[in-house]
């Protein structure tokens, strides 16, 4: 159905509330997206809400209870199309047309396999009005780990890195703290308590005690937030393919975590962490096997906190989506370690990126990239 230039600016404008209360539910919704509803009736807001976490009501549900009798004949407005399938809970295509909704605008489809569509055909085999693909891309960037998991079978992966400005990540002996400062480590954090799975290296956390736990008290979050965020903490998962970490190891002693290895487990673990045995080649750990199970798991965001030979591994294997690279305000000089262990010969092979953003964070700069796919 065609719509009205009038009618497509309130529908931006109504669809962009929608995602901003979609937002709320950041650090809190995994494994499902990230959802925000408005409804509107005669040109006011009457029911807003959004997905808050798993097992708990959908965005739909919320801003239909707020809602209430004004519901009917209305428009909602979803970032994500009305789920039609029982999960967790009931289908929320049925909710919005037992509430006598008039019409209801998504953002875009949903790729779950289990709605894929019908959800939106639902609504309209009961008469209500249907339309797709308002803010569509403000929507996709919001659930790009779940899009990419539904689409790919693989998480969104995420590499945080910190140099100094001569590409430096420590110094020869190892020593790597601090090289930014605390607003930079408060995003950094930040960026933890959004993923799914925090990953690292067994070198990382024998040179450096590693715990990679949230620390609420860098959060930089208020207290309804932080307490969000400590409610469901991202799973810490170590890469040690020939089990060199030690059971007694701070980064095991600081909580749960999964070990990924390509050993035989030893008998000292029946009782430790749980170990994930991936297939892989002279003790190393195939990384596109463990992000397809990672993603098996229903992981839909990875941050990558490791050394440069893990981390180069990652980019060199094509299996990075977003590079997150804090840049500090000094050198490191010429003997310290280099951001990433990834030989390159000819400027021919130098990878390229697109930088999507820069900005200051504190004294420090915070630059997002992502990769360029190389021409077949």
Same mark, same amino acid.
């Given at each position: 159905?065609?719509?009205?230039?009038?009618?497509?600016?309130?529908?931006?404008?109504?669809?962009?509330?929608?995602?901003?209360?979609?937002?709320?539910?950041?650090?809190?919704?995994?494994?499902?997206?990230?959802?925000?509803?408005?409804?509107?009736?005669?040109?006011?807001?009457?029911?807003?809400?959004?997905?808050?976490?798993?097992?708990?009501?959908?965005?739909?549900?919320?801003?239909?209870?707020?809602?209430?009798?004004?519901?009917?004949g209305?428009?909602?407005?979803?970032?994500?199309?009305?789920?039609?399938h029982?999960?967790?809970?009931?289908?929320?295509?049925?909710?919005?047309?037992?509430?006598?909704?008039?019409?209801?605008?998504?953002?875009?489809?949903?790729?779950?396999?289990?709605?894929?569509?019908?959800?939106?055909?639902?609504?309209?085999?009961?008469?209500?009005?249907?339309?797709?693909?308002?803010?569509?891309?403000?929507?996709?960037?919001?659930?790009?780990?779940?899009?990419?998991?539904?689409?790919?079978?693989?998480?969104?992966?995420?590499?945080?890195?910190?140099?100094?400005?001569?590409?430096?990540?420590?110094?020869?002996?190892g020593?790597?703290?601090?090289?930014?400062?605390?607003?930079?480590?408060?995003?950094?954090?930040?960026?933890?308590?959004?993923?799914?799975?925090?990953?690292?290296?067994?070198?990382?956390?024998?040179?450096?005690?590693?715990?990679?736990?949230?620390?609420?008290?860098?959060?930089?979050?208020? =207290?309804?937030?932080?307490?969000?965020?400590?409610?469901?903490?991202?799973?810490?998962?170590?890469?040690?393919g020939?089990?060199?970490?030690?059971?007694? =190891?701070?980064?095991?002693?600081?909580?749960?975590?999964?070990?990924?290895?390509?050993?035989?487990?030893?008998?000292?673990?029946?009782?430790?962490?749980?170990?994930?045995?991936?297939?892989?080649?002279?003790?190393?750990?195939?990384?596109?096997?463990?992000?397809?199970?990672?993603?098996?798991?229903?992981?839909?965001?990875?941050?990558?906190?490791?050394?440069?030979?893990?981390?180069?591994?990652?980019?060199?294997?094509g299996l990075?989506?977003?590079?997150?690279?804090?840049?500090?305000?000094?050198?490191?000089?010429?003997?310290?370690?280099?951001?990433?262990?990834?030989p390159?010969?000819?400027?021919?092979?130098?990878?390229?990126?697109?930088?999507?953003?820069?900005?200051?964070?504190?004294?420090?700069?915070?630059?997002?990239?992502?990769?360029?796919?190389?021409p077949?």
């Amino acid at each position: 159905m065609t719509i009205s230039s009038e009618q497509a600016i309130l529908d931006a404008h109504y669809m962009a509330r929608a995602l901003e209360l979609a937002r709320k539910g950041h650090y809190t919704t995994h494994p499902n997206p990230r959802v925000g509803c408005v409804i509107v009736r005669d040109g006011q807001i009457v029911g807003e809400g959004w997905h808050v976490r798993t097992g708990e009501p959908h965005a739909e549900v919320h801003a239909l209870r707020a809602a209430g009798e004004n519901a009917r004949g209305a428009t909602a407005y979803v970032t994500l199309e009305p789920c039609s399938h029982h999960g967790r809970t009931p289908p929320c295509a049925d909710a919005l047309v037992n509430a006598g909704l008039a019409r209801v605008v998504a953002a875009m489809q949903d790729p779950n396999p289990e709605v894929a569509g019908r959800g939106l055909q639902r609504l309209e085999q009961a008469g209500i009005e249907t339309c797709s693909g308002v803010l569509e891309g403000e929507a996709r960037k919001l659930n790009e780990g779940f899009l990419k998991r539904m689409e790919h079978g693989l998480p969104f992966v995420r590499v945080k890195l910190a140099m100094s400005l001569d590409g430096r990540t420590a110094m020869a002996s190892g020593e790597s703290q601090w090289i930014t400062g605390p607003a930079a480590r408060s995003a950094v954090q930040r960026l933890r308590a959004q993923a799914s799975v925090v990953l690292t290296g067994a070198d990382t956390v024998l040179a450096d005690d590693a715990r990679l736990t949230v620390r609420a008290d860098e959060l930089g979050l208020d =207290a309804e937030q932080t307490a969000q965020v400590l409610s469901r903490p991202p799973l810490r998962v170590l890469i040690d393919g020939r089990l060199r970490v030690p059971l007694d =190891a701070p980064f095991f002693k600081a909580g749960p975590a999964l070990v990924a290895t390509c050993v035989a487990v030893e008998e000292q673990y029946a009782n430790g962490p749980e170990c994930l045995i991936v297939p892989g080649d002279d003790g190393q750990v195939d990384l596109r096997k463990l992000l397809l199970e990672l993603a098996a798991r229903g992981v839909n965001e990875v941050l990558v906190e490791a050394g440069p030979r893990l981390a180069g591994a990652f980019a060199q294997q094509g299996l990075v989506d977003e590079f997150q690279i804090f840049i500090a305000g000094k050198f490191l000089g010429s003997t310290a370690r280099p951001l990433l262990d990834w030989p390159l010969a000819q400027m021919k092979d130098a990878p390229e990126l697109k930088i999507t953003e820069i900005r200051a964070v504190g004294d420090d700069w915070r630059v997002t990239a992502i990769p360029i796919p190389q021409p077949v």
